[in-house]
């Protein structure tokens, strides 16, 4: 399984990115899909999480901001960030996990997922 974000990069407090996650050698049939982010000196932490069958879950400090979604048609998962702030500076990485049932309950804990992206970077300025 290979994860590949794209789309990071540097924007003014307010502004607006989309990342992409392009998803390669999955062939399991139900699965949780999240993305996470690293500041320096921070743990990493869950921003946005969806299910098998879409229905996603958000960190409380980017709700309302950030819309998670997939084409399975494309194999590719996005994360729409929107009125960005400073505190989202950070490296954002893609994350996937299969699972044994459709529409399982995905918690946005690191340790339940083994399929990682090499991260991609968000610099928010104010």
């Known amino acids: 399984v290979q994860l590949v974000e794209s789309g990071g990069g540097s924007v003014q407090a307010g502004g607006s990115l989309r990342l992409s996650c392009a998803v390669s050698?999955?062939?399991?049939?139900?699965?949780?899909m999240g993305w996470f982010r690293q500041a320096p000196g921070k743990e990493r932490e869950g921003v946005a999480i969806?299910?098998?069958?879409?229905?996603?879950s958000y960190a409380d400090s980017v709700k309302g901001r950030f819309t998670i979604s997939q084409d399975n048609a494309k194999n590719t998962l996005y994360l729409q960030m929107n009125s960005l702030k400073p505190e989202d500076t950070a490296i954002y990485y893609c994350?996937?996990?299969?699972?044994?049932?459709?529409?399982?309950?995905?918690?946005?804990?690191?340790?339940?997922?083994?399929?990682w992206g090499q991260g991609t970077q968000v610099t928010v300025s104010s």
């Open positions: 994350a996937a996990q299969p699972v044994r049932f459709s529409g399982i309950y995905c918690r946005n804990l690191q340790s339940d997922y083994n399929y």
């Open positions: 050698g999955y062939t399991y049939s139900y699965y949780c």
């Open positions: 969806i299910n098998s069958v879409g229905v996603p």
